[in-house]
């Protein structure tokens, strides 16, 4: 079955990019950038358009094999959903580069979420201010450690999960792929002190993405591509960093490589 609209139908779950040229680094190409805030449909079906299914609604049954109409509602009416759009465009010469709408697309997606909590206080008690520091140390202490401009740019800090009294799980990001940037899209090496010094912990040890086994005890399969495959063993090996130890100095973190820690208070 040849269907010319679905089957160039993607999801976008952050942004859509529209580029002249054959890069996207946005060296030299007229840019066009639509970021959305939750994933929809997205297709460009003739060059220079960009388009995206915001929502869809179905009266019929389409025919393929649901057997019902996609017909949502409530209070007698068909839902509608709605979001948020952003664009980015620049012109010949400038082009948008990764190092700006990249950052952009982790501020809508990981946007603050406000939180409240009931208090016998009123607004005027000045005790008031003092209880809501407390509240909010106990409940998110990384926000008391000006994370954000601490760790490189290019390291995203994807979990910060308390285990116990005396354990927390971190898991950190190197949200750049290789090439994308000249300087971002680049080895990233934090030292241990550093990190140490922003987290508070005693020690720490490396675990798997899942943070259910030691990394040092993982048995990583070890693949060996053929020689006319695009990437040799080299560049395949050379992709993966270090594993982190007790003493060493430094953490490595190669582009798109995600590390799972435990941290012991």
Same mark, same amino acid.
């Given at each position: 079955?040849?269907?010319?609209?679905?089957?160039?139908?993607?999801?976008?779950?952050?942004?859509?990019?529209?580029?002249?040229?054959?890069?996207?680094?946005?060296?030299?190409?007229?840019?066009?950038?639509?970021?959305?805030?939750?994933?929809?449909?997205? #297709?460009?079906?003739?060059? &220079?358009?960009?388009?995206?299914?915001? !929502?869809?609604? $179905? %009266?019929?049954?389409?025919?393929? =094999? +649901?057997?019902?109409?996609?017909?949502? #509602?409530?209070?007698?009416? &068909?839902?509608?959903?709605?979001?948020? !759009?952003?664009? $980015? %465009?620049?012109?010949?010469?400038? =082009? +948008?580069?990764?190092?700006?709408?990249?950052?952009?697309?982790?501020?809508?997606?990981?946007?603050?979420?406000?939180?409240?909590?009931?208090?016998?206080?009123?607004?005027?008690?000045?005790?008031?201010?003092?209880?809501?520091?407390?509240?909010?140390?106990?409940?998110?202490?990384?926000?008391?450690?000006?994370?954000?401009?601490?760790?490189?740019?290019?390291?995203?800090?994807?979990?910060?999960?308390?285990?116990?009294?005396?354990?927390?799980?971190?898991?950190?990001?190197?949200?750049?792929?290789?090439?994308?940037?000249?300087?971002?899209?680049?080895?990233?090496?934090?030292?241990?002190?550093?990190?140490?010094?922003?987290?508070?912990?005693?020690?720490?040890?490396?675990?798997?993405?899942?943070?259910?086994?030691?990394?040092?005890?993982?048995?990583?399969?070890?693949?060996?591509?053929?020689?006319?495959?695009?990437?040799?063993?080299?560049?395949?090996?050379?992709?993966?960093?270090?594993?982190?130890?007790?003493?060493?100095?430094?953490?490595?973190?190669?582009?798109?490589?995600?590390?799972?820690?435990?941290?012991?208070?």
């Amino acid at each position: 079955m040849y269907e010319p609209v679905s089957g160039n139908y993607y999801p976008v779950n952050s942004r859509m990019i529209l580029t002249e040229g054959n890069g996207l680094n946005g060296d030299s190409e007229k840019t066009l950038v639509l970021l959305n805030d939750r994933t929809q449909g997205g #297709t460009s079906m003739n060059d &220079g358009e960009m388009e995206l299914m915001i !929502h869809r609604r $179905l %009266l019929l049954d389409d025919a393929f =094999g +649901v057997g019902e109409a996609l017909n949502e #509602t409530a209070f007698g009416e &068909g839902l509608v959903i709605r979001g948020k !759009h952003w664009l $980015l %465009l620049a012109g010949e010469g400038t =082009g +948008v580069p990764v190092s700006i709408h990249r950052p952009i697309a982790q501020e809508i997606y990981r946007k603050p979420i406000l939180a409240f909590q009931k208090t016998s206080q009123s607004s005027e008690d000045p005790s008031t201010n003092e209880i809501e520091s407390n509240f909010t140390y106990r409940m998110f202490p990384i926000l008391d450690s000006n994370i954000a401009p601490t760790l490189p740019s290019n390291i995203h800090l994807l979990t910060y999960e308390k285990l116990s009294q005396s354990k927390h799980l971190l898991r950190l990001e190197h949200f750049y792929e290789s090439g994308e940037d000249a300087v971002l899209s680049k080895k990233v090496v934090i030292p241990y002190e550093k990190l140490q010094q922003i987290f508070g912990f005693k020690r720490m040890k490396e675990t798997t993405l899942g943070g259910n086994q030691w990394k040092d005890q993982s048995n990583r399969m070890n693949w060996n591509p053929k020689p006319d495959e695009h990437l040799t063993k080299y560049e395949v090996n050379s992709r993966i960093s270090s594993l982190y130890k007790d003493g060493d100095a430094v953490i490595e973190f190669q582009t798109m490589e995600i590390k799972t820690f435990v941290l012991f208070y």
